[in-house]
């Protein structure tokens, strides 16, 4: 046995995984971002992967620091990171950069107890920010990101977390969030658990662009044979293999039994495991045993002074008792002063030997102690709510302030204890209903969109069918939930069968409800079923407060618009417009969802300064509400009018967090908003290759749907491609988003855009003819109300006579530029003054088309519309004006910025890889910008780039 021990410490195999975990190391080692999940079966060896990382990691000169996911703690919020990190997070706040202020270091004492400890004084929560979870929790992912950067500031960081297949939610979206957007320092995140498809993050981590996957596989017959070494006869061998199947662990736990061992197929652990393990503890003293027991309920990390209450002991027995347990190897010592089991698999079976009552009575036990001495809720929460009776008012309040001090950072948990309490409130208890909705809305928040629906249907059964405002408040998140699932059909059933229900259907709840079941056909692009169902909606009613008249009347532009009566629809916008001016925030609640209606018809008639300044109220209120499920697409609609107006660079950042909000809640619909609006702003930015990247995995995500939001993922696409020479494609995927201009189709200004691109692709193709007929679409769905349209019908005409007759092909275009720039398109205008400029250039009129090329020039210089900005000056020095080089906006062979970096890094001899992770980009970005640069090169291969970049020409 003494040998088997001493074999065992030392690594069999692995050489795959070693050296995955050498590059890492030595990748962080130089200033880079590794991020390795190791994943395979319990007792397969992944800890002790880690071991070795941490081991090989700290003469390299890293800082480690390591956490553990735990079984039975798996609600407490940021629970692996609070293990890896608590005990040094206070030593590096100060360390942190001076913009971060007092309202980050609150959002670290909302996790680190041990940060509020050494604050004097305490730090105040962050104002607002139990209002919206959804931003505070991206804030505080921020800070977190910002912590970890800290710690490798001085020197690089290996940031250890294992069993996150037991990990809390909080702890799994962080994660999330830190390979999406890497530290800029010289970090290795090494992670293990065992892979479950049920929980979405893990799937995100191990298919991260930025990280290392590792299947860690069992050992086959030669490596079980070196892991038991010569002690072992090899018939013994062959055996243990056999019924362990290669598992180190069962391997080890078997190798201690004498006689035969067998193995159950639909266990998870062996039950020779088991049993080896148990007859383990059957060695320990009575006094171990109970002190084992005491700290497998207690915590995964626990101290000599908690276990001997949780005991019922005194401490001094508990030590002496802890003394065997580490001798036995039971449990093992930390650095930290604190104790653990050696894997997790040993508390579980320690913790299956303790009677049900007996844990319930040590949770009890270790309640009330934490109680006296004052603990937070959040630490009482764990074990009240395995503790606690039906009616309990004492355990029920400390549920709720447990789940109210952490509904803004780990929603989560929140949810899980909310439902705590609800499981022991009295069915009359006052707070029942408004604590299920609570629930539903935070399943949501935190991308638990099934729970959120289970929530939300659990209030409409305890609740009679057709009752009140709550009901049907829970009905519309019910039916907002299953849309969000993508289960788009069941969402108008669920409301349909509500309204059936509801006996006045003029009651502010039912028009609420039917309301929505006018934006789900809107957004299916069922212009007349929506027409019909608002018609039905008187404007007013005795009955109805501010909201649900505003509400009402927010929603009746879009369908007018969608509708082709355009003259009605601005007559029902300006009405809107003027409600909304007049109706306080306070009383816009219930009428929020119908607001972002009533901005989306601004931004599509033509109103982007209007759109953005109400997408900017929206944002407050929902913010101020908690209704952060709208937050995401009022953010991509903000973008849009940003993008419209010129405001390229803050149009990307709002997409960006748009974006961010939307994956965080798992809504492919607000994802697919968001990535074709930053993939807009990248294409007038001139990163083509950016912009193919986000529309594609917006089509991807949106699928055949065939609803409006796809369409305008299929419109971004378009306009990338054609940007990067895929001139077929991108016809395909405007013609796409016009859904080939049947009925029914998208709306009339898109309709008008894709003729209009349509016209200019044309044209630059040579095909006339071909040209002129999409001039005269464009002229089709164009509507003299609609000023947009008319400047957009007007340079398609100028694209169709661009190489006939370039004199009147100037004309319309300068009419347009004049038409949109008065209309506040300041990008549009500054294309349609760059094809007045090109046009009269060809019809000889010089003076004219510098005039009209030096005016692009300043919108697209304005604007940051660098590929744009480098048409217009390419067509000045056609025409002998000399332009000076304003920075590097452009590089060689005119590759844009980012190109020119993705160059250089090639000519480094960097690989796709590590290009991404230099530039905080997806390796299928690189991919897509190498495409570009070859073009633009005529090379086909990484050694032209270098050749071509060398070369003095």
Not at 155 to 180: E, N, T
Not at 181 to 190: H, I, L, M, T, Y
Not at 381 to 410: C, F, M, Q, T
Request: net charge negative; with cysteine.
């Amino acid at each position: 046995m003494d040998e088997f021990t001493a074999r065992s410490t030392s690594l069999v195999g692995r050489r795959e995984e070693l050296r995955a975990i050498d590059e890492a190391i030595a990748a962080a080692a130089g200033g880079g971002f590794r991020f390795l999940a190791l994943t395979g079966e319990p007792g397969v060896g992944k800890t002790r992967l880690l071991n070795e990382l941490a081991a090989r990691a700290a003469p390299e000169g890293f800082l480690v620091l390591a956490g553990r996911a735990s079984e039975y703690e798996r609600e407490v919020p940021f629970g692996v990171l609070v293990d890896a990190l608590g005990d040094h997070v206070p030593d590096v706040v100060p360390k942190l950069p001076p913009r971060v202020g007092p309202a980050a270091v609150a959002r670290l004492s909302g996790i680190f107890p041990t940060v509020a400890d050494r604050c004097e004084p305490p730090p105040a929560p962050e104002p607002g920010a139990d209002a919206n979870p959804v931003a505070a929790r991206h804030r505080l992912h921020g800070t977190l990101r910002l912590v970890v950067q800290t710690f490798a500031k001085s020197r690089p960081l290996a940031l250890i977390l294992d069993g996150l297949h037991w990990g809390d939610s909080a702890s799994l979206g962080f994660l999330d969030y830190l390979v999406r957007n890497p530290p800029r320092a010289g970090v290795v995140v090494a992670t293990a658990f065992h892979y479950r498809p049920d929980i979405p993050s893990l799937a995100r981590l191990i298919q991260a662009d930025d990280g290392l996957h590792l299947n860690v596989g069992c050992f086959d017959l030669g490596e079980t044979a070196e892991y038991l070494g010569a002690g072992f006869s090899r018939a013994r061998q062959r055996e243990l293999h056999r019924v362990s199947g290669g598992n180190p662990f069962y391997l080890e736990a078997l190798s201690r039994m004498d006689g035969a061992a067998t193995r159950d197929p639909q266990a998870e652990v062996p039950l020779s495991v088991r049993a080896a393990i148990q007859l383990e503890l059957g060695g320990l003293s009575e006094p171990a045993l109970l002190v084992a027991r005491a700290a497998a309920v207690a915590a995964d990390a626990f101290e000599p002074g908690l276990i001997a209450v949780a005991a019922g002991v005194p401490e001094s027995d508990v030590v002496t008792a802890l003394d065997e347990l580490v001798v036995s190897g039971v449990v093992q010592p930390s650095a930290t002063g604190r104790f653990r089991f050696r894997h997790p698999l040993v508390r579980n079976t320690v913790y299956s030997t303790a009677a049900a009552g007996w844990r319930h009575a040590v949770h009890a036990r270790i309640a009330r102690h934490l109680e006296q001495v004052g603990a937070p809720a959040t630490l009482l929460a764990h074990h009240v709510e395995n503790s606690a009776r039906y009616g309990d008012a004492a355990a029920i309040d400390i549920l709720l302030r447990a789940a109210r001090a952490v509904e803004s950072h780990a929603p989560s948990a929140a949810a899980f204890w909310f439902s705590g309490a609800l499981r022991r409130m009295p069915e009359d208890h006052p707070e029942r209903v408004a604590v299920m909705l609570k629930v539903s809305r935070l399943h949501v928040v935190a991308g638990e969109l099934e729970q959120g629906e289970r929530a939300a249907d659990e209030v409409m059964r305890l609740l009679p069918r057709g009752e009140g405002t709550d009901r049907a408040r829970a009905a519309r998140f019910s039916a907002m939930t299953r849309r969000l699932l993508g289960r788009v059909e069941e969402s108008r059933a669920v409301i349909m069968d509500e309204l059936r229900a509801m006996p006045d259907r003029e009651s502010p709840a039912a028009v609420h409800l039917r309301l929505r079941l006018v934006a789900e056909n809107l957004l299916r692009m069922d212009q007349d079923a929506a027409r019909a169902l608002l018609d039905d909606i008187p404007e007013h009613s005795p009955s109805w407060d501010a909201a649900c008249t505003m509400a009402v009347a927010a929603l009746r532009p879009m369908c007018s618009y969608a509708d082709g009566q355009i003259d009605r629809a601005l007559g029902e916008l300006d009405t809107a417009s003027h409600l909304l001016a007049i109706t306080p925030d306070g009383q816009l609640a219930e009428s929020v969802d119908s607001l972002t209606w009533l901005c989306w018809s601004e931004l599509l008639m033509g109103r982007p300064a209007d759109a953005s300044r109400h997408f900017e109220r929206v944002l407050s209120v929902t913010r101020a509400t908690g209704q952060h499920f709208i937050v995401s697409v009022a953010m991509c609609g903000l973008a849009r009018a940003q993008t419209a107006l010129g405001g390229l660079a803050r149009a990307a950042t709002t997409a960006d967090e748009a974006v961010e909000l939307a994956e965080m809640l798992n809504a492919g619909q607000q994802i697919v908003f968001g990535l074709a609006q930053r993939s807009v702003v990248e294409y007038w930015k001139g990163n083509g290759a950016d912009a193919v990247d986000f529309a594609q995995r917006a089509v991807d995500t949106a699928g055949d749907q065939g609803e409006w939001w796809g369409k305008q993922a299929e419109l971004a696409l378009g306009l990338a491609l054609v940007e990067t020479g895929q001139a077929e494609a991108g016809a395909r995927s405007l013609l796409e988003a016009a859904n080939g201009f049947a009925r029914p189709g998208s709306d009339l200004v898109t309709l008008v855009q894709v003729s209009e691109r349509l016209a200019e692709l044309e044209a630059a193709r040579g095909r006339h003819a071909a040209s002129a007929e999409w001039a005269a679409e464009a002229d089709k769905y164009s509507h003299a109300s609609l000023p947009v349209s008319t400047g957009l019908a007007a340079l398609a005409r100028a694209h169709s006579l661009l190489s006939t007759d370039p004199g009147a092909a100037a004309e319309h275009a300068r009419g347009a530029a004049a038409v949109l720039a008065g209309n506040e398109y300041p990008l549009d205008a500054g294309r349609a003054l760059l094809t007045a400029g090109t046009a009269a250039a060809r019809a000889s009129r010089r003076d004219t088309a510098k005039a009209d090329l030096r005016r692009a020039a300043e919108v697209f210089g304005g604007c940051g519309a660098a590929s744009f900005l480098r048409r217009a000056v390419r067509e000045q020095r056609r025409l002998g004006i000399y332009v000076p080089v304003r920075g590097r906006s452009s590089g060689p062979h005119e590759l844009s910025r980012r190109e020119l970096e993705v160059a250089e890094l090639v000519s480094a001899g960097r690989t796709n890889q590590q290009i991404a992770e230099a530039l905080f980009i997806s390796a299928r970005t690189v991919e897509s910008h190498l495409a570009h640069i070859f073009a633009k090169l005529g090379v086909s291969s990484r050694a032209g780039v270098v050749s071509a970049l060398r070369s003095p020409s």
